[in-house]
Structures are given as C-alpha cells and as structure tokens.
C-alpha cells in the first residue's frame, strides 16, 4: 500500500489543514473546511531626519552609518542632503521597534529625528 503525504500549505512545513467529510442526515457528504488563518503584516513606521544648523554635514552622514548599517554612503549623503534641502529627510521605513531605536540613538547622538506611521 503506498504511504499518502498530506498536502502543505504554501510555504510552509506543516499540513495544510485538511477537510473534514461527515454524513447529514439524508446520507450525502458534507464537506467541512477548516478556517483559513490569515496574518497581517505589522504596520510600517518612517525614521525621518530633521534639518540641523548645529553639526556638520560629515557627521550627519557618519552618525547616519553607525546608527542605520544598511545605509550605504550614498544613502546617508542623500538623507543628510534631503534632510538639509527640505528640512526632512526619510531615513529608512520599518517596523516599530527598529524605528524606535534608530530615532532616539540618532536623538542620543544630537540630531533631531521623528517617527510617523508608513501611511
């Protein structure tokens, strides 16, 4: 007798949840499918950099790559340049906790740095 798999849910290593046949009283089969779960993605937040008189455009994009490592140079110059040119710049959109983090070491750091929600 050959050995059955049970079907996976896409991207996933568990079972796919699977249905359940039981008989109604006039004797057909009823088909009961377990609900589907279905996860939200968690909201996304925007680091943003403020305008500053006080430090230098050096150490805007120097304290940017130490705080933010996925920043390359060129990313930190056109936050910092963004940042100078409008009076904000976007530093990076992620979830809350990492944008928490970011904006109050940019803070620790003496720049002036807000978070917003993506949308």
Request: aromatic residues 4%.
């Amino acid at each position: 007798m050959p050995m059955t798999i049970p079907p996976f849910a896409k991207g996933s290593s568990t079972p796919a949840a699977t249905a359940t046949p039981t008989r109604s009283p006039g004797g057909a089969a009823v088909i009961e499918k377990a609900p589907e779960r279905v996860r939200k993605t968690s909201p996304r937040y925007r680091v943003l950099l403020h305008n500053d008189p006080v430090n230098s455009m050096e150490y805007v994009v120097n304290t940017l790559r130490q705080v933010v490592p996925s920043l390359s140079e060129q990313d930190a110059i056109a936050v910092m340049l963004e940042a100078h040119n409008t009076g904000v710049g976007l530093v990076i959109v992620c979830d809350l906790e990492p944008a928490e983090f970011y904006c109050e070491t940019l803070k620790a750091k003496g720049l002036t740095s807000t978070i917003e929600p993506e949308s």
